[in-house]
């Protein structure tokens, strides 16, 4: 049975190119969209079976803030994002982000179909060399990396912290008031704070960051 689906990328002729090739394997394309970073809007109002997210940057940071959008609104599509060759890093913030798959751009359309309906299914998507790499970094690591989650909470005061993870549950500056008791302007104000600390521009940037960090691990959830 063919999949429910729609094509996401920054080059809409490549989006446009893979939508009509799948098309012809009997896939129901519900729309090709660029660019990437104002698709979310889309994907939720159109609730595909399947997204294909095309990113040439995998690495560059808040590239996977319209994954965080889409779960967060419509949990039942499943993303699949088409790439270069990632690090094990950008694979895990890919998944980080809500992603279902990641499979590189030079794949046959094959195996572009595989990914979607294991991504449907609830699988996850990815090719086990991609995932043998990322092992394999995981276990033999060149170097220890700095642990980048305890060293941005280590800049929040435990108000923020609190912020940031309702931030991350997806509340917004009144339920956030509401929910610590205090007025909206302060509600919001603590907002500013935490982004403009964490380097972000968004709270869909915050929150990826926090989760790709594993700084909400780390974080004591608010009481209530």
Same mark, same amino acid.
């Given at each position: 049975?063919?999949?429910?689906?729609?094509?996401?990328?920054?080059?809409?002729?490549?989006?446009?190119?893979?939508?009509?090739? *799948?098309?012809?394997?009997?896939?129901?394309?519900?729309? +090709? &969209? $660029?660019?990437? #970073? /104002? =698709?979310?809007?889309? !994907?939720?109002?159109?609730?595909?079976?399947?997204?294909?997210?095309?990113?040439?940057?995998?690495?560059?940071?808040?590239?996977?803030?319209?994954?965080?959008?889409?779960?967060?609104?419509?949990?039942?599509?499943?993303?699949?994002? *088409?790439?270069?060759?990632?690090?094990?890093?950008?694979? +895990? &913030? $890919?998944?980080? #982000? /809500? =992603?279902?798959?990641? !499979?590189?751009?030079?794949?046959?359309?094959?195996?572009?179909?595989?990914?979607?309906?294991?991504?449907?299914?609830?699988?996850?998507?990815?090719?086990?060399?991609?995932?043998?790499?990322?092992?394999?970094?995981?276990?033999?690591?060149?170097?220890?990396?700095?642990?980048?989650?305890?060293?941005?909470?280590?800049?929040?005061?435990?108000?923020?912290?609190? !912020?940031?993870?309702?931030?991350?549950?997806?509340?917004?500056?009144?339920?956030?008031?509401?929910?610590?008791?205090?007025?909206?302007?302060?509600?919001?104000?603590?907002?500013?704070?935490?982004?403009?600390?964490?380097?972000?521009?968004?709270?869909?940037?915050?929150?990826?960051?926090?989760?790709?960090?594993?700084?909400?691990?780390?974080?004591?959830?608010?009481?209530?």
């Amino acid at each position: 049975m063919g999949v429910r689906l729609m094509v996401v990328d920054d080059h809409r002729l490549l989006a446009e190119a893979l939508a009509s090739a *799948l098309k012809l394997r009997g896939h129901r394309v519900l729309a +090709a &969209a $660029a660019p990437v #970073a /104002g =698709a979310a809007e889309l !994907v939720v109002s159109r609730a595909p079976e399947v997204c294909l997210l095309g990113t040439a940057t995998p690495a560059e940071p808040g590239v996977f803030d319209p994954i965080v959008k889409i779960k967060r609104e419509r949990p039942q599509v499943a993303v699949v994002v *088409l790439g270069p060759v990632p690090s094990p890093r950008g694979i +895990a &913030a $890919a998944f980080a #982000a /809500g =992603a279902s798959g990641y !499979v590189r751009h030079d794949e046959r359309i094959e195996g572009v179909e595989r990914a979607m309906v294991k991504a449907r299914s609830g699988e996850a998507a990815v090719a086990p060399q991609l995932l043998q790499g990322a092992f394999a970094e995981l276990l033999n690591p060149a170097a220890q990396p700095d642990d980048e989650g305890q060293r941005l909470l280590q800049m929040l005061t435990p108000r923020e912290v609190e !912020v940031l993870v309702r931030v991350a549950d997806g509340e917004d500056t009144r339920l956030i008031a509401a929910g610590m008791g205090i007025a909206p302007s302060t509600a919001r104000t603590h907002v500013q704070r935490v982004l403009m600390k964490l380097g972000v521009g968004s709270r869909l940037e915050a929150a990826a960051l926090a989760a790709r960090t594993g700084l909400l691990d780390r974080a004591v959830p608010p009481a209530g």
